[in-house]
């Protein structure tokens, strides 16, 4: 399921995590300073500056030069991630090394724009990326898991809903 609003995200998981990335110079390259948290960041994220893409605190995480994803794998699985953002992306979500969900989030553009998703499906990585030709760039990123409820959808994304499902493991014998 999709939110846009980061207090419904918050009332429907349990144990968030939260990094604002303000607690590193600017142009850091990040990798494993946030294991202690549970997610290391895989490529050229680095710390970013600007006032006007991140409001809240002039700080954020920006994917590398040129068009490049922010990647996140995470130590335990995990079944909610949600992020504030300035910028159109899409999520793509990993369970051992195969794509479980892949989805673009159009609604709520804009600095403070919040995208947030609960899987029933737990993932291990998660891979966001610009699909506006610029580079990908977010704020702060949530973490946690899901509160249990009645059955329902694996996983609904953004505001087109779910575009794609992972492949097979291929035939069992």
């Known amino acids: 399921m999709t939110y846009t609003n980061l207090d419904d995200w918050t009332d429907a998981t349990s144990g968030v995590t939260t990094i604002n990335f303000d607690e590193l110079p600017g142009f850091t390259h990040v990798t494993t300073q946030h294991s202690h948290l549970g997610v290391a960041f ?53 369970s051992n090394g195969e794509l479980i969900a892949l989805s673009f989030h159009l609604a709520s553009m804009g600095p403070g724009s919040f ?40 996983v609904l994304l953004g505001g087109c809903g779910l575009l794609g499902r992972g492949r097979r493991r291929g035939a069992r014998g």
């Open 115 to 154: 995208a947030g998703i609960i899987s029933e499906i737990p993932f291990d990585r998660a891979i966001i990326r610009s699909t506006g030709g610029a580079s990908t760039v977010i704020d702060t990123r949530f973490s946690g898991g899901a509160i249990p409820g009645p059955g329902g959808v694996a």
């Open 42 to 94: 895989i490529g050229n994220s680095y710390i970013f500056q600007n006032s006007l893409l991140f409001p809240s605190d002039g700080v954020g995480l920006n994917g590398g030069i040129s068009v490049q994803p922010i990647t996140m794998d995470f130590s335990t699985p995990m079944t909610a991630i949600g992020v504030h953002f300035p910028t159109v992306f899409r999520y793509e979500l990993d």
